[in-house]
């Protein structure tokens, strides 16, 4: 046999395949215990944007991160939007370059209209600096470099 077929044959295999981070997905597609692990270092070291379903939700996250004195930038966003689709992946890139100094959250409108209310939010994108639990600035639209500048500044 030769090693491409072996190297073919082995990531084929169900029995289990080895990931990044050492997660293994199991032949059911259940992620091991190391995810966990994983999460863990993830969000000590950031580079995480968290999706948060409801208002409560949101406003624990909120106040995690104020308790941690970390800056939470919540961007609002809704899946019909194309400017918001636009900037999504340099939000997530921003996560992993000020994770350890701020939290990141993503809130769809449509999937949490409470929380857009409750923040005045009536165009998308927008984007809440929040620090000590109260709103400090906002960005509306999908200014990449100016998103960037208002994280250096709120976050150090």
């Known amino acids: 046999m030769k090693l491409t077929t072996l190297i073919v044959l082995a990531a084929a295999s169900p029995v289990l395949a080895t990931r990044p981070f ?3 997905v199991m032949p059911n597609n259940s ?5 966990a692990c994983m999460n863990s270092v993830l969000s000590i070291r950031g580079g995480v944007v968290h999706e948060s379903q409801t208002l409560s939700d949101l406003d624990s996250k909120i106040q995690s991160a104020a308790l941690q004195d970390k800056l939470t930038v919540i961007d609002f966003t809704a899946t ?7 900037i999504a992946p340099i939000y997530k890139e921003l996560s992993d370059e000020f994770g350890s100094r701020a939290n990141f959250i993503k809130v769809d409108v449509d999937d949490n209209p409470e929380a857009a209310q409750k923040y005045g939010v009536s165009a998308m994108p927008t984007f809440l600096f ?8 906002r960005l509306m639209g999908a200014n990449s470099d100016r ?3 208002m994280i250096e500044e709120w976050a150090f």
């Open 22 to 24: 050492g997660v293994s």
């Open 31 to 35: 992620i091991s215990q190391s995810t």
């Open 80 to 86: 019909w939007c194309g400017p918001c689709k636009m």
């Open 130 to 137: 929040v620090k000590g639990g109260e709103v400090v600035d």
């Open 147 to 149: 998103l960037k500048e």
